[in-house]
């Protein structure tokens, strides 16, 4: 007996595997782009008038915790070549008078094709308002060093992940679904399907082929 995929009951579309995958991806991939996000502290970029460079040494007057051109001197940088002078500051201590370096600002020195991408000005966290130092942390000795995060519940996750997560925590509580990617598990991480640095959906190569790279027995 036949079947008529217009009988009443009978759904018009038969999904394949591969078909479910990529919705899957595709859906991660919209909840990964739609988390709302608010910048904490000074967003002042642009220079601030009537301020003189002071040397790293009057910066580390207050901020000791902080590494200057002595402890990183391949970059060839201290705390104004960022920050802009900082006499004004120095003198009221308000942040108000401090310019807060922005993501171009990185990328006067991390141009492409040594530490990032050409697209970040096209991704979904430049768009969203994101700047380089919300994820990595300048200060540190350590080459791209990321920020602190809370814990996040998963001890065996890999230290990029659990700072995905802090954001974008919607995805963190898919983890916890008795069917997830292994991300909690430490078995693949966040950027083992996205670039953090370009388009916020699946990385370069599509999704098929991506997909395909694990899920080689639904192909």
Same mark, same amino acid.
């Given at each position: 007996?036949?079947?008529? %995929?217009?009988?009443?009951?009978?759904?018009?579309?038969?999904?394949?595997?591969?078909?479910?995958? *990529? $919705?899957?991806?595709? *859906?991660?991939? /919209?909840?990964?782009?739609?988390?709302?996000?608010?910048? /904490?502290?000074?967003? =002042?970029?642009?220079?601030? *008038?009537? $301020?003189?460079?002071?040397?790293?040494?009057?910066?580390?007057?207050?901020?000791?915790? *902080?590494?200057? +051109?002595?402890?990183?001197?391949?970059?060839?940088?201290? !705390? #104004?070549? !960022?920050?802009?002078?900082?006499?004004?500051?120095? #003198?009221?201590?308000?942040?108000?008078?401090?310019?807060?370096?922005?993501?171009?600002?990185?990328?006067?020195?991390?141009?492409?094709?040594?530490?990032?991408?050409? +697209?970040?000005?096209?991704?979904?966290?430049?768009?969203?308002?994101?700047? !380089?130092?919300? %994820?990595?942390?300048?200060?540190?000795? =350590?080459?791209? @060093?990321?920020?602190?995060?809370?814990?996040?519940?998963?001890?065996?996750?890999?230290?990029?992940? +659990?700072? %995905?997560?802090?954001?974008?925590?919607?995805?963190? $509580?898919?983890?916890?679904?008795? @069917?997830?990617?292994?991300?909690? #598990?430490?078995?693949?991480? %966040?950027?083992?399907?996205?670039?953090?640095?370009?388009?916020?959906?699946?990385?370069?190569?599509?999704?098929? +082929? =991506?997909? $395909?790279? !694990?899920?080689?027995?639904?192909?």
């Amino acid at each position: 007996m036949s079947h008529d %995929c217009n009988e009443p009951g009978r759904s018009r579309w038969l999904p394949t595997k591969l078909s479910l995958l *990529v $919705a899957l991806a595709l *859906v991660l991939g /919209v909840a990964c782009a739609t988390v709302v996000w608010t910048p /904490v502290g000074s967003r =002042r970029t642009e220079p601030i *008038v009537g $301020a003189f460079p002071e040397g790293a040494e009057e910066c580390r007057v207050c901020h000791e915790d *902080v590494h200057g +051109q002595d402890a990183m001197p391949i970059y060839h940088a201290d !705390c #104004e070549s !960022c920050h802009g002078g900082g006499s004004l500051h120095s #003198e009221s201590e308000a942040i108000a008078d401090i310019r807060h370096p922005g993501s171009r600002d990185c990328l006067a020195c991390h141009t492409p094709g040594r530490d990032t991408h050409l +697209q970040w000005g096209l991704g979904g966290h430049s768009e969203a308002g994101l700047i !380089c130092s919300d %994820c990595h942390d300048p200060h540190n000795g =350590r080459r791209l @060093s990321l920020r602190e995060f809370k814990r996040s519940g998963f001890p065996d996750m890999d230290a990029a992940s +659990q700072l %995905c997560i802090e954001c974008h925590s919607n995805v963190g $509580a898919e983890l916890r679904y008795p @069917s997830h990617h292994p991300v909690a #598990e430490g078995g693949m991480t %966040c950027t083992s399907c996205h670039d953090p640095h370009e388009d916020p959906r699946v990385i370069a190569g599509g999704a098929n +082929q =991506r997909c $395909a790279g !694990c899920h080689q027995d639904l192909m």
